[in-house]
T-cell receptor, first 115, second 113 residues
Framework: AQKITQTQPGMFVQEKEAVTLDCTYD???????LFWYKQPSSGEMIFLIY??????QNATEGRYSLNFQKARKSANLVISASQLGDSAMYFC????????????FGQGTRLTINP | EAQVTQNPRYLITVTGKKLTVTCSQN?????MSWYRQDPGLGLRQIYY???????DKGDVPEGYKVSRKEKRNFPLILESPSPNQTSLYFC????????????FGPGTRLTVT
């Protein structure tokens, strides 16, 4: 079974600071993908970044980067130069290449950016 | 525009009154899925479909039915809704393969009284 753990229910950060959102995972699968999604107060789910389990380089997408440490089974999201619009709920998720290929989500971290 | 649509967006109903939430995608994706989101629990998969006429249970299938008669549509059916099915529901689709992001619909907020 797969499990995602996000240990930070809420985080408060000053605008323009960098922020790291923690994510650890547990799986017996060898091949899997790790995803981060953003959910603003309007409710939609916005895809941010993807990391494959066999990717050697950490993924980056603009201000988002994924700090992937496979041995530690962690996939932390780093947001550089935070903006007020980054205030939202953030979900870490994983998807195995075998079987149902469902997305397994963590509980989420609510990020608040203060001006 | 590539998108997943859901209807209705908001629904208040009473216990036992059958309802259907529609989901449609225009990206020709093989894989479609339904999730429910509850506070503190993240999103949990209800049912998924790997292609037309191929569906299977996710983690929380009790009280729900689905069908996949056409590739683009994947309706969620609550035959006898109960208050514990009050939740935010998302439909999602993607190509087959775990390296693909899932595209989410806008969500349906359901309240069962």
């Amino acid at each position: 079974a797969q499990k995602i753990t996000q240990t930070q229910p809420g985080m408060f950060v000053q605008e323009k600071e960098a922020v790291t959102l923690d994510c650890t995972y547990d799986t017996s699968d060898q091949s899997y993908g790790l995803f981060w999604y953003k959910q603003p107060s309007s409710g939609e789910m916005i895809f941010l970044i993807y990391q494959g389990s066999y990717d050697e380089q950490n993924a980056t997408e603009g201000r988002y980067s994924l700090n992937f440490q496979k041995a530690r089974k962690s996939a932390n999201l780093v947001i550089s130069a935070s903006q007020l619009g980054d205030s939202a709920m953030y979900f870490c998720a994983m998807r195995a290449f075998q079987g149902a290929q469902k997305l397994v989500f963590g509980q989420g971290t609510r990020l608040t950016i203060n001006p | 525009e590539a998108q997943v649509t859901q209807n209705p967006r908001y629904l208040i109903t009473v216990t036992g009154k059958k309802l259907t939430v529609t989901c449609s995608q225009n990206m020709n994706h093989e894989y479609m899925s339904w999730y429910r989101q509850d506070p503190g629990l993240g999103l949990r998969q209800i049912y998924y479909s790997m292609n037309v006429e191929v569906t299977d249970k996710g983690d929380v299938p009790e009280g729900y039915k689905v069908s996949r008669k056409e590739k683009r549509n994947f309706p969620l059916i609550l035959e006898s809704p109960s208050p514990n099915q009050t939740s935010l529901y998302f439909c999602a689709s993607s190509p087959w393969g775990a390296n693909h992001e899932q595209y989410f619909g806008p969500g349906t907020r359901l309240t069962v009284t």
